[in-house]
C-alpha cells in the first residue's frame, strides 16, 4: 500500500505540470486544449534528439528543451490559435484537436513509430523502511516540486502574475487598465511550454517515447483540470496528485490498464457533484 501511495504521489507530481499548463491556457485564453498529449510527445522527441542524436547529456538536453519547446507553443500560437481567438471557444477546441494531430504526425514523419529510450546509465533503485524508490522518482519528484515553487512564485508574486490573474478574471476590465492581453498571451504560453517540455523528459525517464506517448496521459491531465477546477492552477495540483494516488491504488482491485476509466469515473463524480471543479469558480451569468 505505501509503495502504491508512494508511486502514485511522484505520479501525480508529474502530471501537475501539464495539468498546470492546461489550466492556465483555460484561464487565460478560455477554451481546452486538446493538443496537450501531441505537445508533451514532441517535447519529448526534442529532448530525446539532442540526448541521443546529438549525443547532448541528459540534464543539458533538458535545459536547453526548456529554452526551444516555449518557441514552438508560440508558432502554434500565432498560426493556429490567434487567428481563430475571436470564433469562440468551441473553434479553438476543435483547432487543437487538428493542431494535436499535425504534432503527432510530425513525429512519426521523423522519427518512426519505434520506441526510443533516453542514454541514461542504468541504477540500482534505493531501498528505505521497506520501500523501493528509482532514481527516476528522486529526479522526478525534486523537479516537479522546484517547478510548483516556481509557478506558484510567478503567479502570486510578481506583476506578470498579477497581470495575467487580471486578465484570467475580466480581460476587458484588464485592458481598461493597461494590460496588453497580448503580452500576457504570449507569456501563457511560453510558462505552459516549459512545463510540458519539464513533464516531457521525466515522462521519458520513466517509460519509452512513441508518439502515442501524450495519448497517454491526456485523459489524466483533464481529468486533473476538471476535478481541480478547470482554470485553477492550485486546483490542477491537487487533482493530479489525487489522480495519481487513486490511480496507483486502484490497481489493486481492476487491471491497470483500466486507469483511464478511473480517470473517467473521477471526472463525471466531481461534475455531479461540484461541476466547477474542487477550487473552481461558480460562473456568474447575467
Known amino acids: 500500500m505505501a509503495q502504491l501511495i508512494l508511486n502514485g ?56 528543451t526548456l529554452v526551444l ?36 504526425n510530425v513525429c512519426r514523419l521523423v522519427f518512426g513509430n519505434d520506441a ?12 528505505y523502511a521497506g520501500l523501493r524508490i528509482n532514481y527516476e522518482q528522486i529526479v522526478a519528484a525534486g523537479v516537479a516540486v522546484a517547478a510548483l515553487i516556481l509557478v506558484y512564485l510567478i503567479l502570486l508574486r510578481s506583476p506578470l502574475g498579477r497581470a495575467m490573474r487580471a486578465v484570467a478574471d475580466n480581460p476587458d476590465l484588464a485592458a ?3 494590460i496588453d492581453d497580448g503580452r500576457v498571451i504570449k507569456a501563457t504560453w511560453i510558462l505552459a511550454g516549459v512545463l510540458i517540455a519539464a513533464s516531457s523528459v521525466l515522462v521519458g525517464m520513466d517509460r519509452a517515447i512513441d508518439p502515442q506517448m ?19 492552477p492550485a486546483g490542477a495540483v491537487v487533482g493530479a496528485l489525487g489522480m495519481g494516488i487513486i490511480g496507483e491504488l486502484a490497481t489493486l482491485v481492476v ?32
Open 9 to 64: 504521489v511522484v505520479t501525480g507530481l508529474i502530471v501537475a505540470l501539464p495539468a498546470i499548463a492546461l489550466s492556465l491556457t483555460f484561464a487565460i485564453l478560455k477554451f481546452p486544449n486538446f493538443a496537450i498529449g501531441a505537445m508533451l510527445t514532441f517535447a519529448a522527441y526534442i529532448a530525446w534528439a539532442l540526448n541521443t542524436l546529438a549525443g547532448v547529456p541528459l540534464v543539458a538536453a533538458a535545459a536547453l
Open 69 to 104: 519547446f516555449p518557441a514552438v507553443t508560440l508558432i502554434c500560437d500565432s498560426g493556429v490559435f490567434r487567428p481563430l481567438r475571436n470564433r469562440g471557444p468551441i473553434t479553438l477546441m476543435v483547432a487543437s484537436m487538428g493542431l494535436s494531430f499535425v504534432l503527432e
Open 116 to 127: 526510443r529510450n533516453f542514454d541514461i546509465p542504468l541504477s540500482r533503485p534505493l531501498r
Open 176 to 178: 481598461a487598465r493597461g
Open 214 to 232: 501524450g495519448w497517454n496521459y491526456i485523459i489524466v491531465c483533464f481529468a486533473a483540470a476538471v476535478v481541480g477546477g478547470m482554470g485553477s
Open 255 to 286: 487491471d491497470p490498464n483500466y486507469r483511464a476509466g478511473v480517470a473517467f469515473l473521477a471526472i463525471a463524480l466531481v461534475l455531479l457533484i461540484r461541476p466547477h471543479g474542487l477550487f473552481g469558480r461558480r460562473e456568474i451569468k447575467k
